[in-house]
């Protein structure tokens, strides 16, 4: 039996989850029972962070070698006055760009009398290794002071009332910490506070805080977000199109990838967001990264001319086009609650199939497009892929490199050989099951949910 809570679902979407993950075609091939087995343990994967942390390193501006020692002595720092904690920070067998740090937890820590609570959001990033934010927090004791230990809990369902001093509901224990400002500036002037809340002392999962750890050397990202930027391929000189790029992650790493030669042009519709690409790019130096506040699925237009340098863009402007697409997010880790309605859920595919059209306008002929999302469902994947490849017969599904997640889920319609050119990263890996591999490998297998396929525009 394992230690961990599975992550709550509405009914309705847990219902849902279910029948995608224990279709027929699955059933046909692996069983129900195994079936059911992979569908509890990834429940169970969802509500906790995966063992390691990963980090890409901006080779663009340092070598893989310098970064790891820099990074050592950095994150050393952090754990000054732990006796028995040994920092290990690996490189990867097959990622050229990417540092593993291994996840210390659950560790046991115990609950104080004095407790904050904290949005969801806030307590996942906890999870992994933050301290809490002052606006994550909504609610601390009445005479709570600056200096105070404190335990902090997450309020996975959302319900706390902001700036209560106390809550009842269904919450997390994500560690103890510091109070860096008291009830009075937090909640006091009714503005939005900034910076550190409460310091992190003793968190549940031990993985280092990078804020403000080299931040133009080290970019935390998931390992799937990182395969999903090589697979795309991209060389200096190309012309790029990142059409869901906010905050940027994979825009630089693109950027990076193609020795920041060429151009990579950056799309969000979101104003705010926009602006993390700029300040992302900015700081890892990198000046092929064009940003533009655009809907993707406006990107292109037959009115424009070739030499225009922002959107809207001619048909076939791209070398290579990434939809990193908007999604249910069903993969993210850790996830304790997801309060999503299946309305919520189901409202994606159709804003993935508007984008999914432009993006294959944009696409030169021989060029290639990545789909991808950080989801599990089979409506936003595989279903997808198979809608895809019936909408646009000039697309052919392409092997990807590097290849280190599992095949596609069947239910879709797929062949097994379409199903074995997808990358499935599937979060089913117990805890304790993990401990037991090396660092190296569990890495590739104990990730978020993640999904990438690779398409050629013949
Ligand atoms: N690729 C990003 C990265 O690696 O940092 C993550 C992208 S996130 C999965 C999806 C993004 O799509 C969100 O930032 C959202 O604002 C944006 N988005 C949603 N609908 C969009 C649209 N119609 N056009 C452009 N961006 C959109």
């Given amino acids: 039996m394992s230690v961990f809570p599975r992550i709550s679902l509405r009914p309705e979407v847990a219902q849902y989850l279910k029948g995608a993950f224990l279709n027929s075609e699955l059933l046909a091939s692996i069983g ?57 920070i690996v490189t990867h067998p097959v990622l050229p760009d990417v540092l593993l740090i291994p996840v210390v937890g659950p560790r046991c820590v115990q609950k104080l009398s004095s407790e904050v609570v904290v949005g969801a959001q806030c307590g996942n990033a906890v999870l992994r290794g933050a301290n809490v934010f002052a ?69 549940l999962y031990w993985s280092p805080s990078f804020d403000g750890v080299l931040p133009h050397l080290a970019f935390l990202q998931n390992l799937p977000s990182v395969v999903a930027s090589h697979v795309l391929g991209p060389r200096p000189g190309e012309r790029v199109l990142d059409m869901c790029a906010a905050p940027g992650g994979k825009t630089c790493h693109i950027a990076t990838l193609m020795e920041d030669q060429g151009e990579v042009v950056a799309l969000d519709k979101i104003r705010n967001k926009t602006q993390l690409i700029r300040e992302n790019a900015k700081i890892l130096k990198l000046l092929s990264v064009k940003v533009f506040c655009f809907n993707g699925a406006k990107v292109v237009s037959d009115d424009v001319g070739h030499d225009t340098r922002e959107p809207p863009f001619p048909p076939e402007s791209f070398d290579r086009v990434l939809l990193d697409a908007p999604c249910s997010g069903l993969g993210q880790r850790p996830n304790m609650a997801s309060t999503w309605t299946l309305k ?44 895809a490849l019936r909408t646009f017969p000039d697309l052919t599904l392409q ?51 993640f999904f990438i396929a690779k398409f050629q525009k013949n």
């Avoid at 606006?135 to 959302?158: H, L, N, Q, R, Y």
């Avoid at 999914?356 to 936003?380: D, N, W």
């Avoid at 280190?404 to 199903?419: F, H, N």
Wanted: glycine residues 10%.
């Fill in 32 to 88: 129900k029972e195994e079936a059911e087995h992979h569908f509890q343990t990834l429940l169970t994967c969802l509500s906790h962070p995966p063992s390691s942390t990963c980090v890409r390193a901006n080779v663009h501006l340092s070598s893989l070698g310098e970064i790891r020692v820099k990074l050592g002595e950095e994150l050393k720092k952090q754990i000054s006055g732990w006796e028995d904690e040994e920092l290990e």
């Fill in 135 to 203: 606006p994550g927090i909504v609610a601390c004791p009445k005479f709570m002071k600056a200096g105070e230990v404190v335990s902090v809990f997450s309020d996975v369902e959302g319900k706390c009332t902001r700036g209560a001093f106390s809550f009842q509901g269904m919450t997390t224990f994500v560690g103890n910490g510091v109070a860096e400002k008291g009830r009075a500036e937090l909640f006091g002037a009714g503005e939005t506070v900034r910076g550190v809340g409460v310091r992190m002392t003793e968190p």
């Fill in 344 to 387: 919520e859920v189901s409202s994606y595919p159709p804003l993935q199939r508007s984008l999914f059209h432009a993006a294959v306008r944009a696409l030169k002929r021989g060029g290639v497009l990545v789909y991808s999302t950080c989801t599990v469902t089979l409506a936003e994947n595989e279903e997808q892929v198979a809608w």
């Fill in 399 to 449: 092997p990807q490199e590097p290849r280190l997640g599992g095949d596609g889920l069947p239910g879709a319609g797929l062949s097994p050989e379409q199903l074995r050119l997808l990358q499935r990263f599937r979060p089913e890996l117990s805890w304790e099951a993990a401990a037991h591999i090396p660092l190296a490998r569990r890495a590739d297998v104990d990730t978020i949910g």
